[in-house]
């Protein structure tokens, strides 16, 4: 199998020419934004956002260019209501940034502190200088990252290898982590001939990863999108130029390819019983990169867990339909019923 997808992509791969990755002061002039942050922490500069309610430690105030925003009243029904004020981290997918969130931090942040952050190796923030992006590497840089950023107790939601880290996080913190919400995430060994583990075997072989170095991707970049929405004429120029150029950062296709390789399976799956936190399941119906099967998994496994299925919607739920999901997570998150849940 490895072999007929070597020979199948390096020769399309080697004719599409070269590009070359663009300049991070261009890319920072197009994607940072005015609420964007800039989080000196491991040797890089951690490209984040703090929106809505502001409770950011001192030392993480003073580390950033620009001001935080209004504080707003939160409301004392949510389930991070002994956090003060009521926070929500939120943590993207592979190939993904900060920006997947814009929909749900545009919701949510009226009333909740909403923190998102370019993982290491992705967006603005780029590349870890260690190399290291394994499960255990990245909730280790979660737990310096939310204690630079303030976070004491908060909810956490991830979506795709965002929702590993989170329920990973979740597992060691239990103590730091009031909810979980879980969108279409990663956490069980996924079955060959899926989109997303065709691609991840892809990722994984070092030929391949090293002509992804030079090559062309807008072209592959679009496929993908169309192929984790539900619905493909949702995915736009404008939404194919920010997942392709922030990959152009320099250093995040070598580090597609080292996150790759890092885990050759989820690991820890085996102690999601152990969980002790609220959690809602979001999933999409529609999803090729991750079987509907293990959104039903997590359910099971996960103690005083919820599944809500969005059966038109693909791999990226939040994104596609942003205020459907926020909604139904503010909900959850203020220990409503959400319409639909198992």
């Known amino acids: 199998m490895r072999r007929r997808l070597l020979l199948l992509v390096a020769p399309l791969l080697l004719l599409a020419g070269c590009q070359t990755d663009l300049a991070l002061v261009d890319l920072k002039a197009r994607w940072a934004g005015p609420s964007s942050r800039f989080l000196p922490m491991d040797g890089i500069e951690v490209h984040w956002r703090d929106e809505g309610p502001a409770n950011l430690a001192p030392g993480a105030v003073a580390a950033q260019a620009a001001s935080p925003p209004a504080p707003t009243p939160p409301p004392a029904s949510a ?13 993207h997918g592979t190939g993904s940034s900060l920006h997947t969130w814009d929909g749900w931090a ?16 992705f967006g603005l923030t780029g590349p870890h200088p260690s190399g290291d992006y394994s499960g255990t590497a990245t909730v280790d840089f979660l737990e310096r990252f939310a204690n630079a950023a303030g976070l004491k107790r908060f909810a956490i939601a991830g979506n795709s290898l965002g929702g590993y880290y989170a329920w990973r996080f979740a597992l060691r913190h239990p103590d730091r982590v009031s909810a979980l919400v879980l969108i279409d995430a990663v956490g069980y060994p996924i079955e060959p001939g899926t989109s997303g583990a065709i691609a991840l075997e892809l990722a994984r072989m070092p030929v391949v990863s090293e002509l992804m170095r030079f090559a062309p991707i807008r072209g592959m970049v679009e496929r ?54 609220p ?38 739920p939040m994104e596609e339909d942003p205020s459907t999901t926020a909604r139904d997570a503010m909900t959850f998150l203020r220990g409503g019923t959400v319409p639909g849940q198992k």
């Open 79 to 91: 389930v991070t209501a002994d956090t003060e004020p009521p926070a929500i981290l939120l943590l």
């Open 106 to 121: 545009r919701q949510m942040s009226p009333t909740l502190r909403v923190v998102r952050l370019d993982l290491p190796g």
């Open 224 to 277: 993908s999108l169309k192929d984790t929405y539900g619905d493909d004429t949702k995915v736009t120029p404008e939404l194919v130029d920010r997942y392709e150029q922030l990959m152009l950062r320099p250093g995040n296709r070598t580090a597609m390819g080292d996150r790759a390789r890092a885990e050759r399976r989820p690991l820890g799956w085996q102690r999601l019983p152990e969980l002790r936190v």
């Open 279 to 316: 959690t809602l399941i979001q999933w999409g119906g529609a999803d090729r990169w991750v079987p509907i099967t293990h959104a039903e998994r997590f359910r099971k496994d996960i103690p005083d867990s919820r599944l809500v299925l969005y059966p038109a919607l693909g791999h990226l």
